[in-house]
């Protein structure tokens, strides 16, 4: 995306959030790094540039891994939202059905928008901001703190610096740009501890995943001539390992590290006979 077609979709999503009463912003359901941090990211840019309180929501609660994060705690089920909100802004999906239950406790007459890097399918709510070549919503939202010459505190800097180092990798993916490593730059000039992020997130595993991780690679199957791996976890697993559903993520990671594997798998049953 060119950098005039990028202006123009920020001038017209600011447009539409800058107008809300009271907003909702909320993300997809089994929220990871980006959705948790995007979700915070934008509520903070809505308070410092325009003085407007959103209320934050997810259908799932915040990962025990990311509630550390500045205004985590300010997350509610979407039980929670209050009558009189205006407007629904999702985050890190274009699918508003992917976030759960938040729509059956939004208004009827409220509006809808949208803020989200994947490839788009289907149709999106009109003056929506879309960025496919984005790493992470996180990412497009520093865009929005830029684009308003908005300062970051430094709650708002680590919200989108976790948002981005997570969505990357720790800046290990392909969607990594220049563009990512200068806003990343932004961010921790802005407050964010890189150390404090990555020892939180990516160097810390407890107990109970550090017992999944065990079954995750005692049950690999190499397939394709090495170039696919997979395996499976059950609940029984989680169970016996005292684990949460969230302490799979990432582990699929253990699998592309391979050489050789172009494709990893990994089968997570999520209820009787619903894997």
Request: proline share 6%; net charge negative; aromatic share 6%.
């Given at each position: 995306?060119?950098?005039?077609?990028?202006?123009?979709?920020?001038?017209?999503?600011?447009?539409?959030?800058?107008?809300?009463?009271?907003?909702?912003?909320?993300?997809?359901?089994?929220?990871?790094?980006?959705?948790?941090?995007?979700?915070?990211?934008?509520?903070?840019?809505?308070?410092?540039?325009?003085?407007?309180?959103?209320?934050?929501?997810?259908?799932?609660?915040?990962?025990r891994?990311?509630?550390?994060?500045?205004?985590?705690?300010?997350?509610?089920?979407?039980?929670?939202?209050?009558?009189?909100?205006?407007?629904?802004?999702?985050?890190?999906?274009?699918?508003?059905d992917?976030?759960?239950?938040?729509?059956?406790?939004?208004?009827?007459?409220?509006?809808?928008?949208?803020?989200?890097?994947?490839?788009?399918?289907?149709?999106?709510?009109?003056?929506?901001?879309?960025?496919?070549?984005?790493?992470?919503?996180?990412?497009?939202?520093?865009?929005?703190?830029?684009?308003?010459?908005?300062?970051?505190?430094?709650d708002?800097?680590?919200?989108?610096?976790?948002?981005?180092?997570?969505?990357t990798?720790?800046?290990?993916?392909?969607?990594?740009?220049?563009?990512?490593?200068?806003?990343?730059?932004?961010?921790?000039?802005?407050?964010?501890?890189v150390?404090?992020?990555?020892?939180?997130?990516?160097?810390?595993?407890?107990?109970a995943?550090?017992?999944?991780?065990?079954?995750?690679?005692?049950?690999?199957?190499?397939?394709?001539?090495?170039?696919?791996?997979?395996?499976?976890?059950?609940?029984?697993?989680?169970?016996?390992?005292?684990?949460?559903?969230?302490?799979?993520?990432?582990?699929?990671?253990?699998?592309?590290?391979?050489?050789?594997?172009?494709?990893?798998?990994?089968?997570?049953?999520?209820?009787?006979?619903?894997?």
């Amino acid at each position: 995306m060119n950098e005039t077609t990028r202006n123009e979709m920020i001038r017209a999503f600011i447009a539409q959030v800058s107008q809300a009463r009271k907003p909702v912003i909320t993300s997809h359901v089994s929220p990871d790094g980006d959705a948790v941090g995007s979700v915070l990211g934008l509520a903070n840019f809505l308070k410092l540039a325009y003085g407007i309180e959103a209320h934050c929501t997810l259908h799932d609660p915040v990962p025990r891994m990311y509630k550390w994060v500045p205004g985590a705690d300010r997350i509610t089920p979407p039980e929670a939202i209050p009558a009189d909100v205006d407007l629904l802004i999702v985050a890190d999906t274009h699918q508003v059905d992917r976030a759960g239950r938040v729509a059956e406790f939004m208004p009827k007459d409220s509006s809808v928008i949208v803020i989200d890097h994947h490839i788009v399918t289907g149709d999106v709510p009109p003056d929506s901001y879309l960025d496919s070549t984005a790493a992470a919503v996180g990412e497009m939202v520093g865009e929005l703190y830029a684009y308003t010459n908005t300062p970051l505190t430094p709650d708002a800097a680590t919200a989108c610096y976790v948002a981005l180092s997570t969505d990357t990798g720790c800046f290990r993916y392909p969607s990594t740009t220049s563009r990512t490593h200068l806003m990343a730059g932004s961010f921790i000039d802005g407050g964010a501890s890189v150390g404090d992020v990555t020892e939180r997130i990516f160097d810390r595993m407890s107990p109970a995943k550090f017992a999944l991780l065990g079954r995750v690679l005692d049950r690999v199957e190499m397939l394709a001539g090495g170039r696919a791996a997979a395996t499976r976890l059950t609940l029984a697993d989680l169970e016996e390992c005292g684990a949460a559903h969230e302490d799979t993520d990432g582990l699929i990671n253990f699998l592309r590290n391979v050489d050789g594997v172009d494709v990893a798998l990994i089968c997570r049953e999520t209820g009787p006979n619903e894997t």
